[in-house]
């Protein structure tokens, strides 16, 4: 299992890089005149329907003394309000906040809820429900499983309806906005070094079983024991890479071709 360290400081980055892609565009800043702006009247009411149903069974949990699901609740809220980039970046945030923080899930249990998303139907950010219930099996067995993904469902989910009846009436407002055109370049490109450190944060504790940390001052630097090397991991993933990229084959056959040979390593 890697070892424990704070979250990385997920919303940082990308407010971070939306400021310097903001503050170091260079070129024409005038805008064409739009037609039609947006009435602030809707946008209030959006907000005063939205944002209570939203955040008021999250502040009723808190009140009556929850802890757990009043903390699962405030921290898929703030998920849902830094979900740039997809499921693949906030991931990252998830993964390091729930494992290494909250200590809710062990790695190997974070990478199981990876592999079972991936492998059903349905969107891979699905995947907080399964931490969410995992969470509430393992502290209070199957009720507070039902309830933990329950509060995880309303907490990650009703925002969306929030976001786009708020946002939709400005979208072609802010895309004539070179400014904030530059600001969301930033955040892509900070999104793409965040999914490139997913995949080396699973990989090591995927290929190595005990994986460390050295720390230069502010930079924490993950080392596996090399002595801790799976080999049966290896095998796969080079089987998978050879299936995908030398066989051509398609992701669903991969995913069942792998689900077999990871069973039939399992019981030699």
Request: aromatic share 10%; with cysteine; hydrophobic share 55%.
């Amino acid at each position: 299992m890697g070892a424990s360290r704070p979250p990385e400081p997920f919303p940082a980055i990308i407010f971070a890089a939306a400021f310097w892609g903001y503050v170091t565009f260079k070129g024409s800043v005038e805008t064409p005149k739009r037609e039609g702006t947006p009435q602030l009247a809707r946008s209030l009411r959006t907000i005063a329907v939205w944002l209570p149903l939203w955040l008021g069974p999250l502040v009723a949990l808190s009140v009556t003394g929850h802890q757990l699901l009043s903390e699962l609740g405030w921290f898929f809220a703030r998920l849902a309000v830094v979900t740039f980039g997809g499921a693949y970046a906030v991931l990252a945030y998830m993964t390091q906040t729930v494992v290494d923080q909250y200590h809710w899930i062990s790695t190997d249990q974070m990478i199981d809820g990876l592999g079972l998303a991936e492998t059903t139907p349905g969107p891979l950010i699905l995947v907080t429900q399964f931490v969410a219930m995992l969470t509430g099996q393992l502290t209070g067995g199957y009720t507070l499983a039902l309830a933990a993904g329950a509060v995880a469902l309303w907490a990650t989910f009703v925002p969306c309806f929030l976001w786009i009846f708020l946002a939709a009436p400005y979208l072609d407002r802010l895309a004539a906005r070179p400014r904030l055109s530059a600001a969301l370049h930033g955040i892509t490109a900070a999104v793409v070094g965040v999914i490139l450190n997913l995949s080396v944060w699973f990989a090591l504790n995927v290929l190595f079983e005990s994986v460390t940390e050295k720390s230069w001052g502010p930079v924490a630097i993950p080392t596996p024991q090399l002595s801790a090397l799976d080999i049966t991991a290896v095998s796969l993933t080079i089987l998978a890479g050879a299936l995908i990229f030398r066989l051509k084959l398609g992701m669903g056959t991969v995913l069942v071709l792998m689900s077999v040979a990871g069973l039939v390593a399992h019981n030699i």
